[in-house]
């Protein structure tokens, strides 16, 4: 079956002139594009062959769907000659084909998401975590750090350059607070109940809710899990205003500690992944 482009989608069938982006919503014929783009190449470059041609897509259902539209563009015979995946089975062909280059066993272990987890629940020990702490490391927080090693690796960004944003980010809060202040909300954080009051704070925080972070303190220095002025002495509500600046100054810090965090195991999950004969789906990419 034969569909005729749009002039747009000619245009870009027919591109000559090197790499191209071609940036493009739903419904508008990406897919057609593709597959009359590979054959027009076929038809203008006699000496191309089907096995010269890499056509890489997202998941295996668009797989799928452009090996059956490229059978029917192209016949069965030349279909099956070109190489048409998703962007992680390519690289997961490419990593099984160089295994030895790579120091990986003949048949390395993919991790998905879960096999993330474990690899990194090994670590614990090695890293002083206090935003992803071991007092009670929740499953949410575990994923939130696997996450940010994910978007490192898919943004290109190695752990040493991710360790040295943090370290400079760390540096920065210390020094606007300046060294008292910084020790004090250092030592805090050094306790269970500490960092339970430093993360509420930082959450409020992320909303840019001063008061809440207010509230918190007059509960604290009430000991009632109330928050109202009603009920305190001024003694109290002075100290509840003391303690919201100090656990401002705790919830900076934490966060930047957890990117510092981040960092460090990142940079232990990558050494630790061909040392386990393992690889992830974005170490494929």
Same mark, same amino acid.
């Given at each position: 079956?034969?569909?005729t482009p749009t002039p747009e989608q000619r245009a870009i069938v027919e591109w000559a002139g090197?790499?191209?982006?071609?940036?493009?919503?739903?419904?508008?014929?990406?897919?057609?594009?593709i597959v009359e783009r590979v054959r027009w190449l076929l038809a203008a470059e006699p000496d191309l062959r089907p096995e010269n041609i890499l056509v890489l897509t997202y998941n295996v259902k668009a797989t799928d769907e452009l090996l059956?539209?490229?059978?029917?563009?192209?016949?069965?015979e030349v279909a099956r000659r070109l190489t048409v995946e998703n962007f992680h089975g390519f690289g997961f062909g490419l990593v099984r084909s160089h295994w030895r280059e790579l120091g990986?066993?003949?048949?390395?272990?993919?991790? #998905?998401e $879960?096999?993330? !987890? +474990?690899?990194?629940?090994?670590?614990? #020990?090695? $890293?002083?975590? !206090? +935003?992803?702490?071991g007092w009670g490391w929740h499953q949410s927080e575990l994923r939130?750090?696997?996450?940010?090693?994910?978007?490192?690796?898919?943004?290109?960004?190695?752990p040493a350059e991710y360790r040295a944003v943090a370290e400079a980010g760390l540096a920065e809060v210390a020094g606007a607070l300046g060294s008292a202040r910084y020790d004090d909300a250092l030592a805090t954080l050094d306790r269970p109940d500490g960092i339970a009051a430093a993360k509420a704070a930082s959450a409020r925080l992320s909303l840019d809710d001063h008061g809440s972070v207010v509230a918190i303190a007059r509960r604290i220095v009430r000991g009632d899990g109330r928050e109202a002025v009603a009920g305190m002495t001024p003694d109290q509500v002075r100290a509840a205003d003391v303690l919201a600046?100090?656990?401002?100054?705790?919830a900076r810090v934490l966060d930047a500690l957890g990117i510092l965090e981040q960092a460090v195991a990142y940079e232990e999950y990558a050494a630790e992944l061909p040392r386990s004969g393992a690889v992830d789906f974005g170490e494929q990419i």
């Open positions: 079956m034969i569909v090197g790499p191209l982006m071609v940036l493009a919503g739903a419904g508008t014929g990406k897919t057609t594009v059956g539209r490229f059978e029917r563009s192209l016949g069965l990986l066993p003949a048949d390395p272990v993919v991790l #998905d $879960i096999g993330q !987890r +474990l690899l990194v629940q090994r670590l614990r #020990d090695r $890293i002083r975590f !206090r +935003l992803y702490d939130d750090l696997i996450a940010s090693i994910d978007r490192a690796r898919d943004e290109g960004v190695t600046g100090r656990l401002e100054d705790q």
